[in-house]
Structures are given as C-alpha cells and as structure tokens.
C-alpha cells in the first residue's frame, strides 16, 4: 500500500544533555508507554551527561523488546522539559505538517506493534530493537495531515475529558487533606499502641495462595517473590480492615509503610511484615487510621524517628508511640464518606483511562481501511 512510509524517514535523534543541571525532574519509561519517577538511586551522579526531552518528542528505549513484547516508547506531552537516561534514545518527528507525534504514538499504541516489534527484535541476551531496525517499520501516514489531525482530534478529546475527572479528584484529595489537616489542633490524641493490636495468624492449612506485598504508595501489589519452593504455612494472613505493615527502609524511602486490607477473601504476606487491626472501631475506624498514614507529614515524622541502622528501620514499639488525633466517631465517618467516594472515582478514573488505549487500534484500524479502499480505486 502506497501509504505505508518507511518511519525513518519521518523521524530523527535529539541529542540534547542537561550540560548545565537546569533541568532536575529525571523519569524512565515503563512497558505500558508511560512516563514515571526514576527509581535509580542518582546521589553520586553526574546528572549533566542526562538527555533532555521536551514537549512532542519520544523517549525510547531499544533493550528487551524481544523479551517484554513491549516496543518501550513513550510521547513527552508536559510543557516542563524533564531528563532520562542516557541509555534512552530522544526522537522527534521531522516535520509535524507531515507526522504529527500524537498520531506516531497512537498507532505503537496498538498491541500488533508491540508484537511486530518482538518478532523484528534481535536474538541477543537483551533482545533489542535497535534505531536502524526500528526506523524501517512502516506505519501508515495519510498524505493529507488533515486526516491525522481529525484522528488525533478525537483521541486527545477523550484524554482531556479523563483528565478532567482526574483532576477533580485532586479536588476531592485536597478537602480531604484540608480536613484532616484541621484536627492536629483537637485536645484528644492517643497513641497507636492505645488504638491497635497485633495478630499473628499464619496461613497453616495452606488455604490461601494469594501472597502480596506493599508498596511505597501504601497499595498491596502482588508479590514478585519466587515462592515455588517456599513454605507458603509460615506466611501471615491478613484480613478485611486489618493493617500490614514494615518496618524496613523508612528513612530511606522517606515513607511508613502500612497498608489498609479492604478486600473481603484473605490473602497472605511475607512473615517479615506485621499486621495489625483496631481494637475498638466505636473509638477510632480503620479507614480513618489509614487516612491518617496516608498524610504526607506522617512520612516525614516516621523517616524522622527512625533509627540510623543500615535498613533505617521504623521499629513496632517506636512506630507505636506515634500519637494520633481522635475526634468524635461521627466526624470521622463522615472523613471516611469523602474517603470512599475518593476511592470509588479513583477506580472509574482507572477504568476510563484503560478504556481510551483500546480505542487506538480502532481508530488505527478506519485509517487502514480508508488507505486500503484509496489503493484498490487506483488499481481500478
């Protein structure tokens, strides 16, 4: 088909470093084409050999396509230039009149690009999809921009509209923090080990199979352990409206790790964690203890009192002497109204956001059809 254009000819590498520490905002890539905090610890690093990418250009990445199934290749759309890792590769569109870079990114979008790029990838250990390689896939690209401005039109359109409502979360967050903010004031404060006790009830009879963990955001995630040969009896199982919690790395991550269980079946945890629950939920509710961990100032307290051992550990009896500010239960029901309904939009966010992506195949697929109906009346 006379529309299919070879990429390469359409694209070009940027080169520019961050020779004069200007820019501080370092992000990666992951395999779900999106931009993210960098994890890698760069206190001893030379920040200036950094590559700087702008707004309309691509981070890319051409390690481990073969092995992810994944092309990593992500579209920078913030006004706020940020740095990536010199491994990345930066590229922009030659000339936006010809490709526009919103209409390039929906159509590596597609889970038939991806899967394209793993069969073109390399057989090395890291299966690669080097420039060279990546440059010769052909996309196809209407001689009218016209036509890439009406698709990328109605894509964008359905961004705007999600982050809209992902920005009246935000809102939401905001009154939320607001609120709890105001009760550091109130005379009535007790302390956590007032509040909690420990269970410790193992998972003996092997009955659950679900093993989480925790992450630094306070999510149970699943666990990437490899647990094929581990006595899955001795694991912790923690229940609805009860805590996990690790005291490991605090100060290090700047971040007390404790997590709410709001899931109706069990599931099991590392036996390094601790879980605990309420002890009387007409005094204080769990969801309104977990708000209160959610709070940024309770991050740094606990990075604060952490000991200076090499895990910077928060330990139960320190973390447990934490006084929290207990107001009237209505009160806190009614802080826990906003919570679940922050919760319950937090989920429709996600479910709007999953269901844009799935749109660019579709949308992808009308341009194949009207460049495939255009060449056979010319063949006619």
Not at 112 to 123: A, K, L, P, T, V
Not at 194 to 202: A, C, G, N, S, T
Not at 343 to 355: G, H, P, T, V
Request: aromatic letters at 10%.
């Amino acid at each position: 088909m006379s529309n299919y254009k070879r990429l390469g000819d359409y694209i070009q590498l940027v080169d520019k470093r961050n020779t004069d520490l200007s820019v501080t905002n370092l992000l990666g890539i992951n395999i779900t084409k999106n931009f993210m905090p960098s994890v890698a610890n760069v206190s001893g690093t030379d920040l200036s050999k950094y590559k700087v990418i702008e707004k309309g250009q691509f981070a890319y990445s051409a390690m481990q396509v073969g092995r992810d199934e994944t092309i990593r290749l992500a579209l920078y759309t913030n006004d706020e230039p940020a740095i990536i890792s010199p491994a990345y590769l930066v590229i922009e569109t030659k000339d936006e009149n010809e490709l526009i870079p919103e209409y390039m990114m929906m159509w590596f979008q597609r889970p038939e690009s991806d899967r394209y790029g793993w069969f073109i990838s390399d057989s090395s250990v890291r299966a690669s999809l080097d420039w060279e390689r990546f440059c010769e896939i052909e996309i196809p690209i209407p001689d009218d921009i016209e036509e890439q401005k009406k698709y990328v039109a109605l894509y964008k359109g359905l961004l705007v509209n999600q982050k809209t409502y992902e920005k009246s979360l935000d809102d939401l967050q905001l009154v939320c923090n607001s609120y709890m903010d105001r009760l550091k004031g109130i005379e009535n404060h007790q302390s956590i080990s007032e509040l909690v006790k420990l269970i410790d009830k193992r998972n003996a009879d092997k009955t659950v199979s679900t093993l989480l963990g925790i992450n630094v955001d306070k999510v149970f995630m699943s666990s990437k352990a490899n647990v094929s040969t581990t006595d899955l009896s001795k694991y912790k199982i923690v229940e609805k409206e009860q805590f996990a919690y690790s005291a490991m790395q605090v100060g290090r991550d700047e971040t007390v790790r404790v997590v709410l269980y709001s899931q109706e079946t069990p599931a099991i945890i590392s036996p390094a964690y601790l879980v605990f629950e309420v002890i009387d939920k007409e005094v204080i509710l769990p969801e309104f203890l977990m708000l209160w961990f959610y709070r940024p100032e309770f991050n740094r307290y606990g990075w604060f009192i952490s000991d200076g051992s090499v895990r910077a550990s928060l330990e139960w009896e320190r973390f447990t002497e934490i006084m929290i500010p207990i107001p009237d239960i209505k009160i806190q029901e009614a802080i826990v109204t906003i919570y679940h309904t922050l919760e319950a939009r937090k989920k429709i966010n996600e479910k709007l956001k999953d269901s844009i992506k799935p749109l660019c195949p579709v949308l992808m697929r009308g341009v194949v059809e009207k460049i495939f109906e255009s060449s056979k009346e010319l063949v006619i």
